[in-house]
């Protein structure tokens, strides 16, 4: 702010301490402005997102991510039209921490979300199934699949490659 007065305020130390002091409190008071316009969206809601939580009707988790408690309530929001593809695996690559393939299985009648992003079974397996079953319509039923360290790949390995691993970190490997 000094930058706006004359030249000649720059020898008079109370107003350039003055100007200092407006200067700080007008710069945290654009950053609390920013912040709570910040709560308006789902996207950027940190402080706020328990009352977005509340009005989708979603219990709040405080160990949940902040992130995945956002895609929740996107999901949620969204929920209200066609659910896609697109819309499903969004909401499993976020749950999971790692990317998804979702296939429509219509002679089954359901939906096959494969995590391919990371390997073994997710130990969350059962909170996403959860968050699932209420953005997928009821008709349909959700199969969550998990992929596995596989023989084919075992071969690209030498045999000083693969005696690094135990037989549990092995399953679990990404080449």
Not at 27 to 56: G, K
Not at 66 to 84: D, H, P, Y
Request: with cysteine.
């Amino acid at each position: 702010m000094r930058d706006y007065l004359p030249r000649y305020y720059d020898d008079f130390r109370v107003v350039v301490n003055l100007v200092d002091r407006e200067a700080d409190v007008m710069i945290a008071l654009n950053d609390e402005a920013a912040r709570t316009l910040a709560q308006a969206f789902i996207v950027s809601a940190d402080r706020d997102l328990s009352r977005w939580e509340r009005i989708c009707g979603i219990k709040t988790d405080e160990s949940k991510s902040l992130e995945v408690r956002r895609a929740i309530v996107l999901s949620r929001l969204q929920g209200a039209g066609t659910v896609t593809v697109d819309v499903v695996r969004s909401l499993a690559d976020t749950l999971y921490g790692a990317a998804t393939e979702v296939r429509e299985d219509f002679t089954g009648g359901r939906v096959v979300v494969t995590l391919v992003g990371k390997r073994g079974v997710a130990a969350d397996a059962e909170d996403v199934r959860k968050e699932l079953r209420e953005l997928i319509p009821a008709h349909l039923g959700i199969a969550l699949e998990f992929t596995w360290f596989v023989w084919n790949e075992f071969d690209a390995l030498t045999w000083n490659e693969a005696d690094a691993f135990t037989w549990n970190e092995l399953e679990v490997h990404m080449p």
